[in-house]
């Protein structure tokens, strides 16, 4: 299990890849994850589709994680969800044998303005499967959660969700390791003492920081700014400067002695054989 993994105070480097839409085919996800997996990962983890599309997908692509020899992690979302819907959800996983669950809240129904169900909340989620045997994963935001208006109130939230029952969490991206370091030091002040993993964006290109910045608001340092405005328009270029921005942030944070990072690796193979060859020596 992760928690295990993460125990062991080694360096670990792990991947996040995402299912295919319920009408895509599988193989090019399948072509993903083998090559991903031969870069042994601590683990992969699977998201549960954008705005909960190919949820159905996700126990799948899981499994065949599991299958390449890499532990799995699926995410779960439960918003809007029933008790029955998760176990049913948590039943596929198991036959999948996926024994790690990163618990979220998800996305809420753009038509809707009560969320409706049994779980409104990612804490709702982790206290029904506490106790279960599974190893539970949390999101955690160091630049606080978009519709969380204090950071004080969001690391509240997070400690409520890790006494529920969380084993580590994982953050959303950032760009610069002093936010996280920052943030990092308030978790621990506060009592939030599981792992944490340092999630990891390499961008590679102009049009996906605008997505990123849309969606999270996320901060970017004046010299993430300079590489975008200089790189952005040349795809060559810019794919080699954010394979480098990213790792030297990678080597920082080992440096630092943050011992597990989290590559959102957009199902690109590639990017993530160039950083691992990158950082080989540093995570042997």
Same mark, same amino acid.
């Given at each position: 299990?992760?928690?295990?993994?993460?125990?062991?105070?080694?360096?670990?480097?792990?991947?996040? @890849?995402?299912?295919?839409? /319920?009408? +895509?085919?599988?193989?090019?996800?399948?072509? !993903?994850? %083998?090559? *991903?997996? #031969?870069?042994?990962?601590?683990?992969?983890?699977?998201?549960?589709?954008?705005?909960?599309?190919?949820?159905?997908?996700?126990?799948?692509?899981?499994?065949?994680?599991?299958?390449?020899?890499?532990?799995?992690?699926?995410?779960?979302?439960?918003?809007?969800?029933?008790?029955?819907?998760?176990?049913?959800?948590?039943?596929?996983?198991?036959?999948?044998?996926?024994?790690?669950?990163?618990?979220?809240?998800?996305?809420?129904?753009?038509?809707?303005?009560? @969320?409706?169900?049994?779980? /409104?909340? +990612?804490?709702?989620?982790?206290?029904?499967? !506490?106790? %279960?045997? *599974?190893? #539970?994963?949390?999101?955690?935001?160091?630049?606080?959660?978009?519709?969380?208006?204090?950071?004080?109130?969001?690391?509240?939230?997070?400690?409520?969700?890790?006494?529920?029952?969380?084993?580590?969490?994982?953050?959303?991206?950032?760009?610069?390791?002093?936010?996280?370091?920052?943030?990092?030091?308030?978790?621990?002040?506060?009592?939030?003492?599981?792992?944490?993993?340092?999630?990891?964006?390499?961008?590679?290109?102009?049009?996906?920081?605008?997505?990123?910045?849309?969606?999270?608001?996320?901060?970017?340092?004046?010299?993430?700014?300079?590489?975008?405005?200089?790189?952005?328009?040349?795809?060559?270029?810019?794919?080699?400067?954010?394979?480098?921005?990213?790792?030297?942030?990678?080597?920082?944070?080992?440096?630092?002695?943050?011992?597990?990072?989290?590559?959102?690796?957009?199902?690109?193979?590639?990017?993530?054989?160039?950083?691992?060859?990158?950082?080989?020596?540093?995570?042997?």
């Amino acid at each position: 299990m992760i928690r295990d993994i993460l125990a062991r105070g080694r360096p670990s480097v792990s991947f996040e @890849v995402f299912p295919p839409r /319920a009408d +895509a085919p599988f193989g090019p996800v399948r072509e !993903a994850v %083998s090559r *991903l997996a #031969l870069q042994k990962p601590s683990f992969m983890s699977v998201t549960y589709g954008a705005s909960g599309n190919a949820q159905a997908n996700t126990a799948a692509i899981a499994g065949f994680v599991q299958q390449c020899g890499v532990p799995a992690l699926a995410h779960l979302t439960c918003v809007s969800a029933t008790r029955e819907g998760i176990k049913r959800e948590i039943s596929l996983l198991r036959a999948a044998g996926v024994e790690n669950v990163l618990c979220l809240r998800g996305d809420q129904p753009k038509d809707a303005t009560v @969320v409706s169900g049994e779980f /409104a909340h +990612a804490v709702d989620l982790v206290r029904v499967l !506490a106790g %279960s045997g *599974l190893c #539970l994963g949390g999101a955690c935001y160091p630049e606080c959660h978009p519709d969380c208006e204090h950071i004080e109130d969001d690391i509240a939230h997070l400690r409520e969700k890790v006494e529920a029952g969380l084993d580590f969490v994982t953050t959303q991206m950032f760009f610069d390791n002093n936010i996280f370091y920052r943030y990092l030091a308030k978790l621990r002040d506060r009592g939030v003492t599981v792992p944490v993993i340092a999630g990891i964006m390499p961008v590679t290109n102009g049009r996906q920081i605008a997505r990123i910045c849309k969606l999270s608001g996320t901060f970017l340092p004046s010299r993430f700014k300079a590489i975008v405005d200089r790189y952005g328009d040349n795809p060559t270029a810019m794919l080699d400067a954010g394979i480098a921005y990213a790792t030297a942030q990678i080597v920082d944070l080992f440096a630092n002695g943050v011992n597990a990072v989290h590559i959102y690796t957009m199902n690109r193979p590639e990017v993530a054989e160039r950083i691992m060859a990158n950082i080989r020596g540093i995570i042997a």
